[in-house]
Nanobody, 127 residues
Framework: VQVVESGGGLVQAGGSLRLSCGVSGRMAMNYDMGWFRQAPGKEREFVAAINWSSTYTTYADSVKGRFTISRDNAKNTVYLQMNDLKPEDTAVYYC?????????????????????WGQGTQVTVSS
């Protein structure tokens, strides 16, 4: 599975952005998909995930109620709608195919990423 992220940019606190993740590869849209982010000097962290049929979504506590993940399998695209952005959301955002466990992304229970990382898309939120 290969991915290309887009849609990042510079936005003021309280603003919104929608990220897109184009997915390609054999049976690409049969995979569960996730968004991750990496801020300067920090490790990459999980943000949100959606299963292949859009029946389950799960979010990091830091973005619950503000971010919404969705997918359009006909367009081979996964989206991340980000509202009420905060300066601490500043990071490079990545998507990847993932393995959910019981509808949740928990690396301590066997969840993991499955594909190659893309180049990511930079999101910068000014205060």
């Amino acid at each position: 599975v290969q991915v290309v992220e887009s849609g990042g940019g510079l936005v003021q606190a309280g603003g919104s952005l929608r990220l897109s993740c184009g997915v390609s590869g054999r049976m690409a849209m049969n995979y569960d998909m996730g968004w991750f982010r990496q801020a300067p000097g920090k490790e990459r962290e999980f943000v949100a995930a959606i299963n292949w049929s859009s029946t389950y979504t799960t979010y990091a506590d830091s973005v619950k109620g503000r971010f919404t993940i969705s997918r359009d399998n006909a367009k081979n695209t996964v989206y991340l709608q980000m509202n009420d952005l905060k300066p601490e959301d500043t990071a490079v955002y990545y998507c990847n195919a993932i393995l959910l466990v019981n509808g949740d992304y928990r690396e301590d229970r066997g969840s993991r990423t499955l594909g190659s990382w893309g180049q990511g898309t930079q999101v910068t939120v000014s205060s």
